[in-house]
């Protein structure tokens, strides 16, 4: 269980560390001011679809490194001494 907090812990920091300069971005682009409640729901959406799309690619790369390991198992299976 400990690695897979260990996991945990690394995503929550990537995904913190990424809020950061994307907000910075959001803010150099379009003006958005943090007084303004219309501002604060744009850019917590925007931060939304960027999540989604960020989950959806890491689930892309989660399925190729099981796919990987799997085919990689097998064929060191096949070399093992019986």
Do not use: C, Q
């Not at 809020?19 to 931060?47: C, E, H, K, S, W």
């Amino acid at each position: 269980m400990g690695k897979n907090r260990d996991l945990i812990n690394i995503l929550i920091m990537v995904l913190i560390g990424m809020f950061i300069p994307f907000l910075g971005a959001i803010f150099i682009n379009f003006g958005l001011d943090l007084t303004d409640l219309n501002d604060l729901v744009r850019i917590g959406i925007t931060f939304g679809y960027f999540l989604l799309i960020f989950g959806l690619e890491m689930i892309v790369v989660y399925l190729y490194f099981l796919v990987t390991s799997w085919n990689a198992n097998k064929k060191i299976d096949k070399y093992k001494p019986k």
